[in-house]
């Protein structure tokens, strides 16, 4: 009776984790479509897309597929949805922001896997979709025509390309969720060992924490475990 409890307790989860991710990803193509369809909500796109960046970094190939292709089509809905949309509401259009994210997902989980969560990659890796996605017809692409309204990136853009500003809108969401992953593995060390947030040490970590932020777009690989031999 107790196994049966308990693989029930674990399936509920999984199907609450699973529920929530869903509503978390609807949520990110929201915010996205807010920050394409309105220049007063450009700053929503360096963050909107850490749903999507968490499909990749914990979910196996195959599922982080199914998570793309639903942000792709919540993303679509929500654009068209606009009283005057950045996306034509045709079935080619939903067809790529179904397909093309879902690639881009399966592949940067796939990548993980191999190399580690690299933003810096992940970040090259979006580039290839903002060319997948240009017959949308989207001006400066799906990100960088999110900061059109910035001199400072509007000056980059027409410098190195507004693939480059792609490049650093998905490179500083996927580092933001690597300083977060990074912040809640501390805080259960901590809890683990018993330091109470009201600690000197607690306080002394979280400013190495903040000091993170310096390095927001350098990616850590993680490398493959050493094995040491013991010589006899």
Excluded at 24 to 33: C, F, G
Excluded at 142 to 165: E, K, M
Aim: aromatic share 12%; charged share 10%.
């Amino acid at each position: 009776m107790s196994a049966k409890w308990k693989d029930g307790a674990g399936c509920r989860w999984q199907c609450l984790k699973a529920v929530v991710l869903i509503i978390s990803l609807a949520l990110s193509a929201l915010l996205m479509a807010i920050a394409v369809g309105s220049t007063a909500c450009s700053w929503l796109a360096w963050f909107s897309l850490l749903p999507l960046f968490l499909s990749i970094r914990v979910l196996r190939p195959v599922s982080a597929t199914l998570a793309g292709a639903i942000w792709g089509v919540c993303f679509y809905f929500f654009s068209v949805a606009f009283a005057a949309p950045a996306i034509s509401p045709t079935f080619q259009s939903l067809a790529l922001l179904t397909i093309v994210p879902a690639l881009y997902v399966c592949f940067g989980a796939l990548l993980t896997r191999w190399v580690g969560f690299n933003p810096l990659l992940l970040g090259i890796g979006w580039v290839l979709v903002e060319v997948a996605i240009k017959p949308l017809g989207l001006q400066q692409g799906l990100l960088a025509g999110t900061q059109s309204q910035s001199p400072i990136l509007h000056w980059i853009s027409r410098l190195l390309g507004y693939a480059f500003v792609a490049f650093l809108v998905a490179c500083v969401n996927a580092s933001l969720l690597s300083i977060l992953s990074s912040a809640r593995l501390r805080i259960s060390r901590l809890n683990s060992l018993g330091v109470s947030p009201r600690s000197d040490t607690y306080h002394i970590l979280q400013t190495l924490l903040y000091f993170q932020l310096i390095t927001i777009f350098r990616g850590y690989p993680r490398p493959p475990p050493l094995s040491s031999n013991v010589s006899a």
